[in-house]
């Protein structure tokens, strides 16, 4: 819900805000949950779901070292292929530390992936007879277009009202569609996603306008890569948890039931 996105832990006899706490905490500082989930209510699935966005601290450090690497590497060294190399060498590193220790890759794959397409855009811009510039600004095009492309997927699903999220309810109650038939059910998945959204939107509407200035060589193409690296990081995990908390405070306002069987008549 990245450019972009990772079970939370609950307890349903005890107060959701305290819920909340207990269980989003840990999973921002660590990654595996202190005991099983209960899903007795939208909230507790909702929560389930979205803890499993994130990689707590080193998951954010893996998302985000090969980009700072391959700006500062691209910017000391005009070296475009050294630069994408170096972050290549550093999520492969960050991958076989992971294999050693018998954790989850996820987030260092998603690393790896990002940085395939990114050498992808930067070779058809060679191809096209871009400078070495043009090539390290469209390195940055993927992620611009991932979220725009996300942003829209996740506002449509509201609009239809079929809000993303509630899918996510689906998956724990074994009815893809069951919530549906909840009023109180959609309008809280609607809002969840829309909260979704916002940093999608926030990004391209930062990022794409500097993309298009180095491109167009409104500004000088250097400092358009400086720029979106900086902010491809400002704009990463720290924004992602804005959103986070702001759905955490959405999520300890309710507490709807999960129903798991038919609606009533």
């Known amino acids: 819900m990245t450019d ?47 803890s499993k966005a994130l990689g707590g601290r080193r998951g954010m450090a893996e998302a985000a070292v090969p980009t700072i690497l391959f700006t500062a590497t691209w910017l000391t060294m005009r070296e475009l292929e050294l630069a994408l190399w170096v972050s290549i060498g550093a999520a492969v590193v960050l991958l076989l530390v992971r294999l050693v220790q018998r954790s989850t890759v996820q987030f260092v794959v998603n690393a790896l992936f990002g940085i395939a397409i990114g050498w992808y855009f930067v070779h058809r811009s060679a191809a096209s007879g871009g400078s070495e510039q043009d090539q390290a600004l469209a390195y940055f095009l993927p992620g611009i277009l991932y979220n725009g492309g996300y942003a829209v997927v996740l506002a449509f699903t509201c609009l239809i009202g079929w809000p993303l999220v509630g899918f996510m309810v689906g998956s724990i109650t ?39 200035a180095g491109t167009s060589g409104s500004i000088d193409p250097d400092a358009a890569v400086a720029a979106l690296g900086v902010l491809k990081i400002v704009l990463g995990w720290p924004l992602q948890l804005a959103a986070l908390g702001s759905m955490v405070w959405l999520l300890s306002r309710n507490r709807t039931p999960v129903t798991t069987g038919p609606a009533p008549a």
Do not use: F, M, N, Y
Not at 177 to 191: G, P
Not at 204 to 210: K, S
């Open 4 to 50: 972009q996105t990772p079970a939370g832990t609950g307890d349903h006899t005890s107060d959701l805000t305290s819920d909340l706490t207990s269980d989003l905490t840990p999973d921002l500082t660590s990654e595996r949950p202190a005991h099983p989930v209960e899903t007795d209510t939208v909230e507790a699935v909702v929560r389930q779901q979205l």
């Open 174 to 212: 074994g009815d893809a569609t069951a919530w549906h038939s909840d009023r109180q059910v959609v309008k809280l998945c609607s809002r969840l996603t829309w909260l979704l959204v916002a940093p999608c939107l926030l990004r391209v509407a930062v990022q794409a306008p500097i993309w298009l």
